[in-house]
């Protein structure tokens, strides 16, 4: 009996933790938004930003360079980005030294969020609307 009871709360407590995870991959998304303006999609497997016409989307640019540049900005830390950005979405951990956006993305997915396949320009793949 003691083993079914432990599989139980097990269950229970998984279901909790997803739930969670559904809120923390809203923030994730409420971060690439801000973050690019123009963005509709973000291609999980490539961690790619795109417009809704499935080109890349850049952010906004200083002196002819994106400011995030997508192929960089999910390996720097978060206290790295923008306050007004990420503070109302992800409060206290935006000035984290360690975490960052690819380890928020995993956290999430281990906790079983199911991220959806959806067509960005031409190409069938894993991706979240961002918008």
């Known amino acids: 009996m003691e083993t079914a009871d432990a599989i139980t709360e097990m269950d229970a407590a998984r279901k909790v933790l997803t739930e969670k995870a559904d809120g923390a991959l809203e923030a994730f998304c409420a971060v690439l938004a801000g973050l690019y303006p123009d963005a509709k999609y973000f291609r999980v497997d490539t961690r790619g930003v795109f417009d809704a016409n499935g080109r890349p989307a850049e952010g906004p640019y200083r002196r002819g360079e994106s400011r995030y540049p997508s192929r ?10 923008p306050k007004r950005v990420t503070r109302p979405h992800l409060g206290e951990h935006a000035d984290s030294r360690k975490r960052t956006l690819n380890g928020l993305l995993r956290q999430i997915e281990r906790a079983g969020v199911e991220i959806p396949y959806g067509s960005v320009g031409r190409y069938y793949v894993r991706r979240l609307a961002i918008r």
Do not use: A, H, K
Request: aromatic residues 20%; without cysteine; proline residues 10%.
């Open 72 to 81: 960089l900005i999910f390996d720097w830390p978060l206290d790295r980005l």
